[in-house]
C-alpha cells in the first residue's frame, strides 16, 4: 500500500491555519477572485486580517504586484467591515529567497520558509506572544494533518453554536410589551386631564433645577398626541424586541432609561422647551443595535448599511428639517444607547476594559451636562 505524503508547504500550512484558528479564534474570509491564498479574520485582534499565500512569488516586480492586491482586497473587507484601522499579516510561505519584503504601514509582509524561523520572526513575538509554544512542533503526518482538521471542525462547528445562541435564541419580550402598556396606559390619563399630565411628568429645564431630577425619565412616558404615541409605539415594537433579546432584559431597560436620562439632559442644557415623548430611549435602542451589529459586522454588514443607518440618518434629518421636534433629545439618546451599549456589552463579548471605560465615560457625561445645567 501506497503511504500519502504531505508536503513540508502543505504541513506549514495546515500548522499556521490551526494555531490561527484554535488558539488565537481566527475564522476563514470568503474572499473572491483569488486563488491560492487562505484569509483569516479576527476583528477583534490587533491584527484583524490574516493572509497566507502559497503563490510562487519569484521576484521584487511580482511581490509588488502582490502587495497592490493585497491592499485592494484590505480596503474592502475595511469598508465593508466598518473597521477603523485593519492591519494585515501577509505570510508568504513560498517566496523565492531573493525577493525583499516590502515595508507597509498597514500590511506587514514576512517571508516564512519553516514554522522555526516563523518562530523567531520580532513581529509575531510582539503580536502573537503566544505562537512559538501554541504552534505544533513535531512533523505532521498524515494521521496529524487529520487530526488538526478534526480540531479545526469542532472549533468551526462551535463558533456556529455560539451564533446560533445569539441570533436563534428564542425569548418573549415582556419588557417591551410593559413599556409599551406603560406608555399607553399614560395617554389614556393624559386624555382626562392632560395639562395635569404635563405639569407633573414633562422634562423642563426650570423643574429639574428646582430638584425634580425624576423628570428626566418620567417625560420619555408622555406623549403629546394619538400619532405621536402611535409612531413611537410602533418603533418600540419595532426594535425593542431584537435589543431585549441579544442584550438581555435587564441590560435593555437600563439602555431604554438610560437613553431617556441622557436624552432629557441634553434637552434641558441645550434649549428652553418643554420635551414629551419616548423618542430619545427610540433612538438609544437604534444606537444599540447599531453597536450590536457593529460588533457582528463580520456577519451583518447588509444589516447595518441597509437597516440601521439609513433609519438613524433619515429620522436625523428629519429631525433638524421639522419643527416642534426635539432633535437634541434624540441626539442624546442616540448617544446615551451607544455609550451603554459599550458599557454594558454584549453576551460572549464583554471585556473588562470596556465595562471601565464606558463607565468612566457615562459619569463624566452626565457630570458635565448636569454641571451645564446648574449654570445655565
Request: charged residues 20%; positive net charge; aromatic residues 12%.
Amino acid at each position: 500500500m501506497n503511504e500519502y505524503k504531505v508536503s513540508k508547504e502543505d504541513k506549514m500550512i495546515m500548522k499556521l491555519i490551526h494555531y490561527f484558528v484554535t488558539k488565537e479564534n481566527y475564522k476563514p474570509v470568503v474572499v473572491r477572485g483569488v486563488d491560492n491564498e487562505i484569509w483569516l479574520e479576527n476583528l477583534d485582534n490587533e491584527i484583524p486580517l490574516i493572509r497566507i499565500n502559497t503563490n510562487y512569488i519569484h521576484n521584487n516586480e511580482q511581490l509588488e504586484i502582490d502587495q497592490r492586491k493585497v491592499t485592494v482586497i484590505r480596503k474592502t473587507i475595511k469598508k465593508k467591515t466598518f473597521s477603523i484601522n485593519m492591519n494585515v499579516l501577509n505570510l508568504l510561505v513560498n517566496a523565492r529567497e531573493e525577493v525583499n519584503v516590502i515595508e507597509d504601514s498597514n500590511i506587514f509582509s514576512i517571508k516564512c520558509n519553516s514554522i522555526t524561523e516563523l518562530k523567531k520572526n520580532k513581529f509575531m513575538t510582539e503580536y502573537f506572544p503566544n505562537f512559538k509554544d501554541g504552534v505544533l512542533n513535531k512533523n505532521a503526518g498524515y494521521g496529524d494533518m487529520f487530526e488538526m482538521t478534526e480540531e479545526l471542525n469542532r472549533k468551526t462547528l462551535e463558533n456556529d453554536k455560539d451564533l446560533s445562541k445569539v441570533f436563534l435564541r428564542h425569548d418573549t419580550p415582556y419588557i417591551t410589551y410593559i413599556l409599551i402598556f406603560i406608555n399607553v396606559v399614560m395617554f389614556l390619563l393624559s386624555i382626562l386631564d392632560y395639562t395635569k399630565i404635563i405639569d407633573l411628568f414633562a422634562n423642563y429645564y426650570v423643574n429639574v433645577k428646582k430638584g425634580e431630577i425624576y423628570r428626566l425619565i418620567t417625560y420619555s412616558f408622555v406623549h403629546a398626541n394619538f400619532l405621536h404615541l402611535f409612531f413611537n409605539m410602533y418603533a418600540l415594537y419595532y426594535i425593542g424586541p431584537q435589543v431585549e433579546k441579544y442584550y438581555g432584559k435587564m441590560n435593555y431597560l437600563i439602555i431604554y432609561l438610560g437613553s431617556a436620562l441622557m436624552g432629557g439632559l441634553f434637552t434641558t442644557v441645550l434649549t428652553s422647551s418643554v420635551s414629551v415623548g419616548a423618542s430619545s430611549s427610540i433612538f438609544g435602542l437604534f444606537s444599540s443595535m447599531l453597536y450590536f451589529g457593529y460588533k457582528y459586522r463580520n456577519v451583518l454588514d447588509n444589516f447595518l448599511r441597509s437597516g440601521i443607518i439609513p433609519v438613524l440618518i433619515l429620522n436625523l434629518i428629519l429631525g433638524f428639517m421639522i419643527p416642534g421636534i426635539d432633535v437634541y433629545g434624540h441626539i442624546g439618546g442616540l448617544i446615551g444607547g451607544i455609550v451603554l451599549s459599550y458599557t454594558l456589552g454584549l453576551p460572549n463579548k464583554r471585556k473588562t476594559k470596556e465595562i471601565v471605560n464606558g463607565l468612566i465615560i457615562t459619569l463624566i457625561l452626565i457630570a458635565a451636562l448636569s454641571y451645564m445645567l446648574i449654570i445655565k
